[in-house]
């Protein structure tokens, strides 16, 4: 190909990635340097400019869009260098975490390989594809406010954040939220006796299963009446302790445990009584035993800070 | 400026490291040029044969840059050849490149400093 002609073909490459206002200027420019340097290697070379001494020039001076990049005033980050990972992540996340709950339903109702196949397509025009709106709702949210930082950056000194004692206890938010325990336990423990003293149908709807309470509730009084015990004793230290931690996560997983045994069985004896609380019950037992894990690996991580750190024990 | 092991290798990465030194004084290379209007490949041989080779496409659209940015002046000549795009250091441009110089000599006498300890 003829030098000249690449040489444009190059030029129009990246006067067409630069702004309109600046294209026609930098392209003319451009054209005349690009010109006179592929002149000076051919006189160096000794020889007429070919294509191939042309395709090393232009190879050399840069991809069209890195070098339209190196004209244009600086742009603004849609997401920042730093923030690329988390942001792919909750990106990602989001996406998954959607597949995930529609996907299954997809092949648990197909009775067939071939139905599958169907419900597949049919999910995937809908549920699939249209959970794309979580990745194209968080480039907006990135894009508003990339461009809100670069007209109006903050010029706001960093300060330190509020060291919080995750230790210390208010008494008084204590003080309420025991009393607020006892009127709440006094409700719930009273249950059975009102259940079987009050009006039908109410009686034989919340009517309690006996086994459920022979067996399975009488394990409760005890573990409230020592888990209220222990918070006593917190709020007359006013802060926690290693010793009251460990003891308060001991409680946590014991309840936590109490409660999903409760869902494993009849707790009422009408049916259609007995389906919510269950659910909610091992959801409680869930959440409690998360956060019992959460708790242990505080602890251990409390414990490594204070190998280095005493004074944070 | 490049160092060799004694073995006569170059140790890994020195190039970019290289690189990076010099992209650090391109634009004060730049404007000391720019006392006298130059255009683009003009200032590029210049800077050349003084000891500063600068890629093409990193010279070319600097040069739009520090134009943009106010520190030079440009226009175009057509003189014993193709019109070309003549650029030359303003009023601003001529204070950067006062206060780079004494920046660079700074850091020139700090570094000489630093390195003269350590040989």
């Known amino acids: 190909m003829d030098p000249m002609t690449l040489i444009e073909s190059y030029v129009d490459d990246v006067a067409r990635r630069l702004p309109r206002r600046l294209r026609a200027d930098v392209a003319l420019e451009l054209r005349a340097l690009l010109t006179e340097e592929l002149a000076g290697r051919a006189s160096e070379a000794g020889r007429e400019p070919d294509e191939a001494m042309t395709l090393a020039l232009l190879r050399g001076f840069g991809a069209p869009a890195d070098v339209a990049a190196r004209y244009r005033p600086g742009g603004f980050s849609i997401v920042q260098p730093q923030a690329a990972p988390g942001f792919a992540l909750l990106c990602l996340g989001g996406l998954g975490l959607q597949w995930a709950l529609t996907l299954p339903g997809v092949f648990l109702g197909a009775a067939s390989a071939n139905e599958a196949a169907v419900r597949l397509g049919s999910w995937w025009l809908t549920g699939g594809l249209g959970a794309f709106w979580w990745p194209g709702f968080l480039v907006t949210i990135a894009i508003i406010a990339g461009w809100i930082t670069q007209r109006w950056p903050s010029h706001a000194e960093w300060a330190p954040r509020r060291v919080v004692d995750p230790d210390q206890v208010s008494r008084p938010l204590l003080s309420l939220g025991l009393a607020a325990w006892l009127v709440g336990a006094g409700i719930v423990l009273s249950l059975p006796w009102v259940a079987a003293h009050g009006p039908q149908p109410l009686a034989r709807i919340f009517a309690f299963d006996p086994a459920f309470l022979r067996w399975k509730a009488i394990w409760l009084p005890p573990l409230w009446a020592g888990h209220f015990l222990l918070y006593a004793v917190v709020m007359r230290h006013g802060r926690w302790r290693p010793l009251t931690r460990r003891v308060g996560l001991g409680f946590t997983l014991a309840i936590s445990l109490l409660c999903g045994w409760w869902a494993t069985g009849p707790i009422f004896t009408a049916p259609t009584t007995d389906g919510l609380p269950r659910v909610a019950l091992a959801i409680i037992a869930v959440g409690g035993l998360l956060g019992a894990v959460v708790g242990l690996w505080r602890e251990q991580t409390r414990l490594g800070r204070a190998a280095l750190h005493p004074a944070m024990m | ?119």
């Open chain 2, 1 to 119: 400026m490049v160092a060799a092991t004694t073995t006569g290798r170059r140790p890994d990465g020195l190039e970019k490291l290289d690189q990076e030194l010099r992209r650090g004084v391109v634009v004060l290379a730049v404007l000391t040029q720019l006392r006298e209007a130059q255009y683009g490949y003009s200032l590029r041989q210049a800077l050349a044969a003084n000891g500063m080779p600068i890629e093409e496409g990193t010279l070319y659209p600097l040069l739009r840059r520090l134009e943009g940015q106010g520190v030079l002046d440009s226009e175009w000549r057509i003189e014993d050849g193709p019109p070309r795009r003549y650029y030359r250091l303003n009023a601003a441009g001529a204070a950067l490149l006062s206060a780079l110089t004494i920046s660079w000599r700074d850091l020139n006498a700090v570094m000489d400093r630093l390195i003269g300890e350590g040989a």
